[in-house]
């Protein structure tokens, strides 16, 4: 089964450009979340969609950065005009439920999207 | 406002050397403490999820443990192969919020 996954890896931007991040949930999960770690930070909560719909989004920094979760399937975080401190790892993750104590309120990980703002 | 802090900030442990790493929170309604370990380079990998007070769950060499305030993961006569991040998170409703992380290295 595949896992979470993100896309690009990698991406140098200059300031001011816009960068589209994407990540694809493991198939069949509701929850799709977007955490971010800047350079000497824990990783902090950004967003929660549930199928397509903004369940929690209280940890978004501004209105330069804008999710979307088409159909309830795929994610894009889009960053635009991207600044020098937008630089970290973004980080996807799904799950497929919300509450109880079973498998299925297991938190998964991408291996993250390294941006670099210069 | 909640709270995560993980200790130490670096454990170094000769192969074989056993050690416990520590997660307290002060969190209200907490829906689940998750232990992550994370290698350079690379996303958080699931470990354990636990979910009340008394709990523990074991994986190979490790063991978690929860108390009402904080958790932790024991490491037993640990190897070279188990030196990575190790990340602490608690979860409220739907988000994590995580802790610095305890950078493990073991020494062969």
């Known amino acids: 089964e595949a896992g979470v996954t993100q896309f690009p890896s990698h991406s140098v931007i200059e300031k001011g450009q816009t960068v589209t991040l994407r990540c694809d949930p493991i198939?069949?999960?509701?929850?799709l979340y977007w955490y971010r770690r800047v350079m000497g930070k824990e990783i902090k909560f950004l967003l929660h969609f549930v199928k397509e719909s903004k369940q929690d989004e209280s940890g978004m920094p501004n209105n330069r950065f804008l999710a979307e979760r088409t159909g309830g399937t795929y994610s894009t975080l889009k960053v635009q005009p991207a600044e020098l401190e937008d630089s970290g790892v973004y980080f996807c993750?799904?799950?497929?439920?919300?509450?109880?104590?079973?498998?299925?309120?297991?938190?998964?990980f991408g291996e993250g999207s390294w941006l670099t703002v210069v | 406002e909640d709270q995560v802090t993980q200790s130490p900030e670096a454990l170094r442990l000769q192969e074989g050397e056993s050690s416990s790493l520590n997660c307290s929170y002060t969190?209200?309604?907490?829906?689940?403490l998750f232990w992550y370990r994370q290698d350079p380079g690379k996303g958080p990998e699931f470990l354990f999820t636990?979910?009340?007070a008394g709990e523990e769950k074991e994986k190979e060499r490790l063991k978690a443990t929860l108390t009402k305030k904080e958790s932790f993961l024991h490491i037993t006569a640990p190897k070279p192969e188990d030196s990575a991040t190790y990340l602490c998170?608690?979860?409220?409703?739907?988000?994590?919020?995580f802790g610095q992380g305890t950078i493990l290295t073991v020494h062969p």
């Open positions: 198939s069949g999960h509701d929850n």
């Open positions: 993750a799904s799950s497929q439920f919300l509450s109880g104590t079973g498998a299925g309120n297991t938190i998964y």
């Open positions: 998170a608690v979860r409220l409703y739907g988000k994590l919020t």
């Open positions: 969190v209200s309604g907490l829906r689940g």
């Open positions: 636990l979910y009340s």
